[in-house]
């Protein structure tokens, strides 16, 4: 296969052109999305394939939503784009009550085909209602998939597999790294969902991530090699399915564990990776399992009070340590 | 109790048989719910139920314009809905049994009636949520250009829901083939619409979208075949969306067990003697397409029906626990 | 103080009577609340207080919530009834990105003194949609309180509690326990938010829960009491802010943990109880913190599926089982 | 570029310091969204700014009728409605910064916006989000008796928003003080309002809830002026709320940075024309209420408060991010 370097954002459109060429039933909906989207992630759509497949949508994020279910049960693909992931909480009905429970509580008639697209995550001080990360929301709702490329390339994969699939996908495109450069096959590329990868090898520290967050956890052991720290960074791509096969093979080896991500901290997702390493590894764990998250408040304008609030590298960078048992540098 | 008024059975496009056909669907509706009523107050039903009794005729008369494949999205208040899309009495009594014959394979119950194959898109517990659904359905037969019609069948409770607003602006600005038909039973749960409700003609919401709208007698099932006929043409022909206020009152309480106490029974003594079955009764005799003997002999066929179904569902072997984790995604079932 | 038995659902509205005789700011406002609301929470209000401070409003969730951000940030004390839980999806918006927000991204200069109540959990085959628990949801988000009583005695101490409360407090009733009766103060009644209280006292294992999962976890101690087990049941009563140190002394104590609730063990609350226990004491457990919760699928209709897919008594028994180390006797 | 059109600045009710009031308003705005979106350029802001130029006489012919107990909600578009409602050039400016000193302290930004003691009850990044906010502020003073009316300023992409038929709907059953002012520039984001919404004239959304609705040149300050005292004085007399479709066009892009592409700049040369600043200064200078020097001495003052504001965000302090913490509850505050 024959790779570029594309933006991730630039990836995700390759994947809906792909999906697009190759099935009629897939479409995309969402606001201002023919005029390329708020992040590029539809750019050029609109022009190949037309406003009958590349649907603009009045401010409407609950009947966007309501449409996709009732087109993905009446024999469509949509792939509905919620813009910032904040909005999707005007859409929560449709995607809880509707989406997420139809197959199930309809005897297994039918199946909910779609994918909702949203861009969450710190990107330039956007402030309180334009950089949260919602991901723990959608993944305790049964009947949802949810997934977090971290890099172009399993963006591409991702959203490719995540167009396919019979069930409703929750594909969250972090914003800082919507417009970061990749080795992406230029090809078709499927990423199966519920399969994560080792983005570093290293055998003292297990760092499970997804996301943004997993280039920050890159940054992070690159440091702590200068001291001598081996850290391993388990990128999950995908939340629900998850793959804990893939979690327990690195902590098995480590027996050290970290899991970080960018979204707040108190009832996030690292709790429920947590809660299931310990549960699952307590004998072989050296350690706690320490968690990387946001301070619980709403996330502040001001870039220093923002850069408070959100983990970077050097939260990654302490929390690795204390799990080693060392003081903490701060 | 005779009705007050008598509908006139003769319409438009319809003759003895059509007419007696919206007889036969309007008394199955009847005696399935009053037969329903019954077996929940004897405590042989799990969960809750909402019936349809009163308000036969817009189910009735707006399902007979429909084809097998048009879709339509139901309510709480589903079982009407489910019988005039075709759904079988023994497969909906076994769902409202939670039996693993039922249209859900019981895990929907009485709020989750649905079959996709019959286009009939699912009783939904949450109020205002078909709109967007219907839209979306219908989204998909005009992208499809596959002909098909979807009717949203919601209440004077629901119309105040902001999905409401979203949808049909939607739908008017992509004329889709869509038809939504508001089951004004003048009440939402214990609330008196005019309480919560800003204007009383809700049809007048129409204009809003520059889409047409129309106030019906929903207890004729007559007028209502007339006034769905008009708008089911016009969606399918591509002339977008109706909205239709059809006027009802429920003869029983919000939820079977419902006390009542918010509505005294001289109103319902009142608007029971406009009772849409009784009416069309009257109009059938009086037109002489129907006998009274006739009409006895529909109603012991719906009981005979109804009796059978719950005969059904009672022997139906409840679902399997270990299948409860089955379907939440598609790939995993036994 | 005098006391006397009546129903959680009762003594709810003993706390909105109080309230509202002691202070004109507080108001109602819900459907159908004149009537009494779905469970009786709101009965009798309506004919002391009258339509201006008990307000029926339209089936129009996201305005109910948005009316009492409005009215709690000039000068009134919204009470507002969403029913059923799952009926808070569609004003999660106003929920989330404004009431939960305000008083933070506006940097202070506002507070946003509003209750949100809802009814939740499992009752007598509600399925899918009016079933749920959904208190993770809230934990999540900074700026929202969340309680969920076990007792009637708790459910009017709290109401009270969060009333007078200047942030937005989400309080959580659960179906099952609202028609149960307990011994509650006629007297008005505070309960502290941010304090948990031991349901049990006990020994051998700690058993944290909240809301109806407490009374189930007490009839489990029953049982292992036969078994020679003595389980102490935490009831949080507080999910934000959390009663770590009341966790901590019983752990301290019985080093072996259950966290216990109905809602979704993936993802759930627990997790994040039981990420907080390890990391905190991970010295003092013998075992894992072992959680109970909901397998993951939407709420079914039929009986026998429900009782599969909810925890009971028989789960709890079997977690402090397993974190006795004790063959499961399932 | 001189004016196609003289605004007539005689109005009912006015005279020439009322109207020259507007002006120094307008003025005011229009100098601060210009240097806001140089500084924004220049890569002095953080986040993203979308600037309120060409729209100035809406805010400013409605907020010169409230009283400063009154409430307004803004929008993602909120410096125009900051400045008529009272809020200081300079605490501002310094929330744009995301300084210590500004209205929020640097917790906002451009997109929150608030000073409650103003009643101004926040710029929203929500689109839609002021509809029901503004519903609860008025019925809030209708509970309190206070004599209070509210404003929800929304854009024409907001209408087809369910909060807005929610918060309509409950304002109009409670005949709430409130006024629903749409300021129409025709586009949402990128797209043409007319390919998302179902009418043309939004004002006839009024028809759905019964109250009255009305279309308004919104680039005209007087006749906003009389629009809105019409609204405000009918809600605060009890008449219940009203609807305001302001028909206006924003200068800039979306936000600030926004290349544009959706619309071409014959289109933007020709709306501009109709400057609501250009055309009341005309209508000024030809009743003889305004010298052309006096006009640019309004400039002048004008420019000098916002370098001022500059000034003082760029010298104020950043917030202590030890505090990062404090205000997510109301007792947590160091
Ligand atoms: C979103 C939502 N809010 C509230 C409810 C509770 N509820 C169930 S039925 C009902 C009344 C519905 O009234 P209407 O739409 O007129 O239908 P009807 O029951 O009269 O047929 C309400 C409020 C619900 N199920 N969903
Ligand atoms: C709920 C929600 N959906 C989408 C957005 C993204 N968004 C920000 S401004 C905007 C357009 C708003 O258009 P309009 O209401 O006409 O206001 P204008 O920008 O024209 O002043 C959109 C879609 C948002 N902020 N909130
Ligand atoms: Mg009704
Ligand atoms: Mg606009």
Redesign the pocket.
């Known amino acids: 296969m024959s790779e570029r370097r594309v933006t991730f954002g630039q990836a995700t459109v390759e994947a809906m052109q792909h999906a697009m060429r190759d099935d009629d039933r897939v479409f995309a909906l969402g606001e201002d999305i023919s005029w390329g989207g708020n992040f590029g992630q539809f750019r050029g759509l609109a022009e190949e394939f037309g406003p009958r497949r590349v649907v603009d949508m009045p401010i409407s994020e609950a009947i966007i939503m309501a449409v996709a279910v009732g087109a993905a049960t009446t024999g469509l693909r949509p792939v509905a784009s919620m813009s910032f992931v904040e909005f999707t909480l005007g859409a929560m009905?449709e995607i809880v009550n509707q989406a997420s429970k139809f197959r199930y509580m309809f005897g297994g008639q039918v199946s909910v085909p779609l994918v909702l697209r949203a861009s969450d995550g710190v990107l330039r001080s956007s402030a309180a209602q334009h950089s949260s990360s919602l991901e723990a929301l959608f993944a305790h709702m049964p009947g949802l998939k949810v997934v977090a490329p971290s890099n172009p390339a399993d963006a591409k994969g991702l959203l490719r597999t995540a167009i396919d699939d019979p069930d409703p996908v929750v594909y969250l495109e972090h914003k800082k790294i919507t417009s970061r450069r990749g080795p992406v096959p230029l090809e078709d590329h499927r990423v199966p969902l519920g399969k994560a990868t080792t983005a570093r090898y290293g055998s003292d520290v297990s760092v499970i991530s997804y996301s943004a967050m997993v280039p920050t956890s890159l940054e992070a052991a690159e440091r702590l090699a200068d001291q001598g720290i081996e850290v391993e960074v388990v990128d999950l791509r995908s939340l629900v399915p998850l793959d804990f096969e893939a979690i327990a093979a690195s902590v098995l080896k480590t027996r050290r564990v970290v899991v970080a991500h960018e979204s707040w901290m108190f009832g996030g997702f690292g709790a429920e990776l947590s809660s299931q390493i310990h549960e699952e590894l307590f004998d072989t764990l050296q350690a706690p399992v320490r968690r990387v998250g946001a301070a619980p408040a709403p996330i502040p304008f001001s870039p220093p009070l923002e850069a408070a609030v959100i983990p970077g590298a050097d939260a990654v960078v302490e929390a690795v340590l204390h799990t080693l048992g060392a003081p903490s540098p701060i | 109790m005779s009705p007050d008024q008598t509908a006139a059975v003769v319409t438009e496009g319809t003759g003895r048989q059509v007419a007696r056909g919206f007889h036969q669907t309007m008394v199955r509706i009847r005696t399935f719910e009053t037969h329903v009523e019954r077996l929940f107050l004897e405590g042989r039903l799990p969960g809750f139920v909402?019936t349809y009794t009163g308000?036969e005729a817009i189910a009735t008369g707006t399902c007979a314009r429909l084809d097998a494949g048009d879709y339509i999205t139901s309510?709480?208040?589903g079982h009407g809905h489910a019988i005039a899309k075709g759904i079988g009495l023994k497969a909906l009594m076994a769902e409202l049994y939670g039996k693993a014959t039922g249209t859900c394979r019981g895990r929907g119950g009485s709020m989750h009636v649905a079959d996709f194959s019959l286009g009939m898109l699912g009783a939904n517990?949450?109020?205002?949520?078909g709109f967007g659904i219907a839209a979306g359905a219908a989204f998909s037969a005009l992208y499809r250009s596959s002909g098909q019609v979807a009717v949203c069948f919601?209440?004077?409770?629901?119309?105040n829901?902001g999905t409401f607003h979203e949808a049909l602006n939607f739908a008017a600005v992509h004329r889709l083939p869509v038809v939504y038909v508001c089951?004004?039973?003048?009440?939402?749960?214990f609330t008196d619409?005019h309480r919560t409700t800003a204007v009383d003609d809700l049809s007048v919401r129409a204009t809003a979208y520059g889409i047409p709208g129309m106030r019906v007698d929903g207890n004729d099932v007559g007028a209502v075949w007339t006034a769905a006929g008009v708008a089911i043409d016009r969606a399918r022909s591509g002339g977008g969306p109706t909205l239709l206020d059809m006027q009802t009152y429920?003869f029983g309480g919000?939820y079977v067990g419902d006390a009542e106490v918010y509505r005294d029974s001289a109103e319902v003594n009142d608007r029971k003697r406009l009772d849409p079955v009784g009416r069309w009764e009257a109009g059938l005799v009086s037109e002489g397409w129907a006998t009274e003997e006739e009409i006895s002999a529909v109603w012991q066929t719906a009981a005979a029906e109804v009796e059978d179904a719950q005969l059904f569902a009672e022997q139906s072997p409840d679902p399997d626990p270990g299948t409860a984790l089955d379907d939440v995604f598609t790939e995993a079932r036994r």
Chains 1, 3 share one sequence.
């Open positions: 009905d | 909402h308000e309510t709480h208040r517990g949450i109020v205002g949520g919601f209440g004077d409770g629901a119309i829901k089951e004004n039973n003048q009440y939402a749960q619409r429920r919000h």
